[in-house]
């Protein structure tokens, strides 16, 4: 076995489910998880923002508003665009799908979604066959995702989707409710979620690290990983800002670090990247990523 962060491209082709989980707990918290949303321009005309975000550090992509079933990417036209990306990237690729509450009462107006970015067992059939190799069970601002229909999803991905899952939010999502309520984030866990999702200390209101923290020790006991998450908009932060957060998360104990898509170019800033993963594994392991050819 051999950890994300001294993996080639190659390796993650061989990679069973509990081997990629196995090699993301054996970094010790040195993950890094870039977002992008595919329904926007790319930053740089002539290259995806997947591209763009595994040359500066990222370990892991998530494509965010990604429709399995019209399977579109702004300016990125394949047959399969997730292989493609995986071919072009030499990363694993995972994708949001969204557990909606029709019940919920939001803050703001509902935002409506097509059926190729909900959770059902459509979705995560075609997921499956499209090569996705995890999901995140969250939702975008406005969707009206909560983490009681998080909870209520989870046997339902299980069921349907063979690869990693991570079960959580990143923040209210239009609605107003408590994100680190320990009984519900184990609860994730104890349904067959591999991970959870926290926001990271210092981006939603009221996260501290000691609440992280003791969110995450409960978590870890039932063999669960953590990814603490920035979807507050400060990926596109000053440096100082994400070096914070970033210290912020391994004090904490998470497993993976996620910086989410609320950039330029809807891709997090990718100074800020680069930033993050210097902070929580060093230049040695950072420029080994950057620097290693897709055809290692």
Known sequence: MKRIISCYPSDFEQFTKDEFKQAIEASEGRT???ETV???APLLEGVTNAEVMAAFGADLIILNEFDVFTKEIHSFTAENPIAELKCLTGRPIGINLEPVDQTGKLLEEQISLPAGRCLNPESLIRARKLGV???LLTGNPATGVTVQSILEAIPL??????????AGKMHGAGVKEDLLQ?????????QGADGVLIPAPGTVPGVTEELAHQAIQAIHQLGGLTLASIGTSQESADEDTI????LSNKR???DLHHIGD????????PENITALSIAVKGKRHTYFKMAQSVRR
Do not use: N
């Open 252 to 254: 904490a104990g998470f």
């Open 38 to 40: 595919v329904t926007a």
């Open 133 to 135: 190799d995890f999901i």
């Open 262 to 269: 609320g950039g330029y170019g809807r891709m997090p800033i």
């Open 157 to 166: 991905a299980k069921e349907y989707f063979g690869g990693l899952i991570f």
């Open 182 to 190: 320990i009984k519900t984030l184990t609860d994730y866990i104890k």
């Open 243 to 246: 070096r914070s957060i970033a």
């Open 32 to 34: 890094i998880v870039a």
